[in-house]
T-cell receptor
Framework: GAVVSQHPSWVICKSGTSVKIECRSL??????MFWYRQFPKQSLMLMAT?????????EQGVEKDKFLINHASLTLSTLTVTSAHPEDSSFYIC????????????FGPGTRLTVL | SQQGEEDPQALSIQEGENATMNCSYK?????LQWYRQNSGRGLVHLIL?????REKHSGRLRVTLDTSKKSSSLLITASRAADTASYFC???????????FGAGTILRVKS
């Protein structure tokens, strides 16, 4: 199956710093990439939809100035958590969609962010 | 917003038994998918069932879909300790591609 990678797999940072997370589709081109957030023992919550070459579409309640998304190519999307605070600590997962009709999304392994 | 609900929230069974998880959703869908997540890891796609399908099999997995009741079930037969994980259903709306995830079922298979 298609492979999606995320980097880094985990990151610890100080409050107030910015953190960039990369999501790459390794063996296919992704028309669309999605960013999810997951708190412990909870389900995935969609944060934003990212299309190559256009602005991301954010879900209600997600601050676009705090969570900057860039989808510069068909194989790379980045999520930057700006001025991170402890409440931003979470598991961030991306997925990539080929745009094919069956709508199967391929998920990255996730990035664990801990803000001190 | 999350629209799916799953039950049970947690399920503990012995190895060799069958595990059944249910998922309900609220709006019309295009597809319904089941994913598995091991603790602290990413999601693994298990099976996709289209809105015009009623049942689908893949190995030890059997998925049913009842669009009239807006519900789906995932059956894992002859469970193994390695099946211990969280299982999520996810739906996408007609003509859309966003996935909306259910709350998930935590399955523990005891050996």
């Amino acid at each position: 199956g298609a492979v999606v990678s995320q980097h880094p797999s985990w990151v610890i940072c100080k409050s107030g710093t910015s953190v960039k997370i990369e999501c790459r589709s390794l063996d296919f081109q992704a028309t669309t990439m999605f960013w999810y957030r997951q708190f412990p023992k909870q389900s995935l919550m969609l944060m934003a939809t990212s299309n190559e070459g256009s602005k991301a579409t954010y879900e209600q309640g997600v601050e676009k100035d705090k969570f900057l998304i860039n989808h510069a190519s068909l194989t790379l999307s980045t999520l930057t958590v700006t001025s991170a605070h402890p409440e931003d600590s979470s598991f961030y997962i991306c997925s990539a969609w080929t745009g094919l009709e069956n709508n199967e999304q391929f998920f990255g392994p996730g990035t664990r962010l801990t803000v001190l | 917003s999350q629209q799916g609900e799953e039950d049970p929230q947690a399920l503990s069974i012995q190895e060799g038994e069958n595990a059944t998880m249910n998922c309900s959703y609220k709006t019309s869908i295009n597809n319904l998918q089941w994913y598995r997540q091991n603790s602290g890891r990413g999601l693994v796609h298990l099976i996709l069932i289209r809105s015009n399908e009623r049942e689908k099999h893949s190995g030890r997995l059997r998925v049913t879909l009842d669009t009239s009741k807006k519900s789906s079930s995932l059956l894992i037969t002859a469970s193994r300790a390695a099946d211990t994980a969280s299982y999520f259903c996810a739906t996408d709306a007609v003509y859309g591609n966003k996935l909306v995830f259910g709350a998930g079922t935590i399955l523990r298979v005891k050996s």
